[in-house]
């Protein structure tokens, strides 16, 4: 069975530090898919990124970079130079090959960043 | 470009009430359809998914069922509500083909007294 785990659940940083969101996964599938959702205040899931596990080059979208690391089954998100904006909370999620895009979520990250 | 509504924003009923809440999707055809729980405590717990008109799978036994009358739509309904049912109701819409993504409607906040 697919698993997520994020276990940080709330994290506080000051404005313009850096924060990193672990999320480990579990499947014995050899083709599965991570991803990354914001949730602020508002509710709304947003998607913000999609890997395969084919997949493992790290990505960078403005101050949001993702390191993808099948070693360790780990797919951490770091937020460079944060900002109030970025309170939210953060969930990593995965589905498997067959799945009908069915999605294991973590518990998620609560950010709560200090002006 | 595809856009998912849910209706209503938010709700208020009594313990034993039916419900019904809506989900439709635009710009998009046969897609995969959704619905998610999150109570308080903000983990999410997938209810029931579809990836096609009266095809419907349930994940969690519950008081709730759904249902997918047209492509494009897709409800969750109960005949009685329990106090337990409260919670955060989010509905998500993904291609009908593996590996993508879901997108995810504004959500229906129901609260059971």
């Known amino acids: 069975a697919q698993k997520v785990t994020q276990a940080q659940t709330e994290i506080s940083v000051v404005e313009k530090e850096d924060v990193t969101l672990d999320c480990v996964y579990e499947?014995?599938?050899?083709?599965?898919?991570l991803f990354w959702y914001k949730q602020p205040p508002s509710g709304e899931l947003v998607f913000l990124i999609r890997r395969n596990s084919f997949d493992e080059q790290n990505e960078i979208s403005g101050r949001y970079s993702w390191n993808f690391q099948k070693s360790t089954s780990s797919f951490n998100f770091t937020i460079t130079a944060s900002q109030v904006v970025d309170s939210a909370v953060y969930f990593c999620a995965l589905s498997e090959e067959g799945g009908n895009n069915r999605l294991a979520f973590g518990k998620g990250n609560q950010v709560v960043v200090i002006p | 470009s595809q856009t998912i509504h849910q209706w209503p924003a938010t709700l208020v009923q009594p313990v034993g009430s039916p419900l019904s809440l809506e989900c439709t999707v635009e710009g998009t055809s046969n897609p995969n359809l959704y619905w998610y729980r999150q109570a308080a405590g903000r983990g999410l717990q997938l209810l029931f998914y579809?990836?096609?008109?009266?095809?419907i799978s349930s994940e969690v036994p519950q008081n709730l069922s759904a249902s997918r009358p047209q492509d494009r739509q897709f409800i969750l309904s109960s005949k009685k509500l329990l106090l337990s049912d409260s919670g955060f109701y989010l509905c998500?819409?993904?291609?009908?083909?593996?590996?993508?993504?879901?997108?995810f409607g504004p959500g229906t906040r129901l609260t059971v007294t």
């Open positions: 998500a819409w993904s291609v009908d083909r593996g590996g993508y993504e879901q997108y």
């Open positions: 499947t014995r599938d050899t083709t599965y898919y």
């Open positions: 579809s990836v096609g008109i009266g095809q």
